[in-house]
C-alpha cells in the first residue's frame, strides 16, 4: 500500500478514482494536491472541492483550477484518498 507522508507527518493513503467526477467521490475521501513545478503538498480543504460548481468537474479539471500556495503555478496533480491512523503496534 502506497503512503505519502505529509509535512505535518500525516500519512495519506491514495485511492484509484482515475478521472471520475468528484460528485461520485464519497465524502470521506480527502483530496491531495502536489505541485509539480515546486513539489508542495497539501490537502486541500473539502469547502474548495465539493462546491456545487466542482461537483460535477472530472478531476483533471478540478486540478486545473488549483493555484500553489508555494510557488503561484497552475500544475497540480490531484488525489483523492485518506489519513492513514498510526501503525497498529507490534
Known sequence: MTRIVLPNGDRFVPQEWHDTTISTIPRHNDALATCRSCGAVRLVPEKLVRTPTNNMLRISELALRLRCS???????????GYLAGDPPPL
Open 70 to 80: 508555494t510557488c503561484g503555478a497552475k500544475n497540480a496533480d490531484l488525489q483523492f
